[in-house]
C-alpha cells in the first residue's frame, strides 16, 4: 500500500468521509450504522470476531487481558461511532490514534492476515447486503493493512 493510499485512510474520522470511498452513497453512509441494524449488529461483528481470536495462536498474546471482553467492548464502541453511532468511544478515550495505540505490538503481514481473517469470517456471517457488505469490508481490510508496523 501507498503512503498515499495510507493517508487516504479514514481510520481516525468519526464517521465516514463522504468522497473517495466504496459503491456507499453519501445518504446511505450518514445513516451506516442504522441501516445495518445499529448497536446489535456491530456487537454481532465484534463478538464473532474475537472468537477466531481467542483461539488464534498469533492473536490471542496480543491482548494482554486474561478476557477479550475489554478489547471487544473497545472495538465495537470504535465501529460504531466511525460508522455514524454513538460518540461513545471518544468520550471515554478521546481521539482514537489507532496507530499509536497499536504501536506496542508487533503488527505483520502474517497477523494483517490472521485479523483479516478472523475479521473477513465475522462481517460474511452478518449476512449484509450490497452495497453495505462491500463498504464494511472495504474499510475493514484497508485498515488492518495500515496497521501494519513491521516487516
Partial sequence: MSDQQRADLPV???RPAGSGRSRVS????TSFFLAVGGEPTFRRLVDT???????????RPMYPEEDLGPAAER???FLMQYWGGPSTYSDARGHPRLRMRHAPFT???AARDAWIKHM????DALGLPE???SA???YLERAAHFMVNTD
Avoid at 26 to 29: I, P, R
Avoid at 120 to 123: E, I, N, S, Y
Fill in 12 to 14: 481516525t474520522s468519526s
Fill in 26 to 29: 453519501d445518504a446511505e453512509e
Fill in 49 to 59: 470476531f474475537y472468537a477466531g481470536v481467542a483461539t488464534d495462536p498469533l492473536l
Fill in 75 to 77: 472495538l465495537t464502541l
Fill in 107 to 109: 503488527v505483520d503481514a
Fill in 120 to 123: 473477513r469470517h465475522a462481517v
Fill in 131 to 133: 452495497p453495505h457488505h
Fill in 136 to 138: 464494511l469490508w472495504d
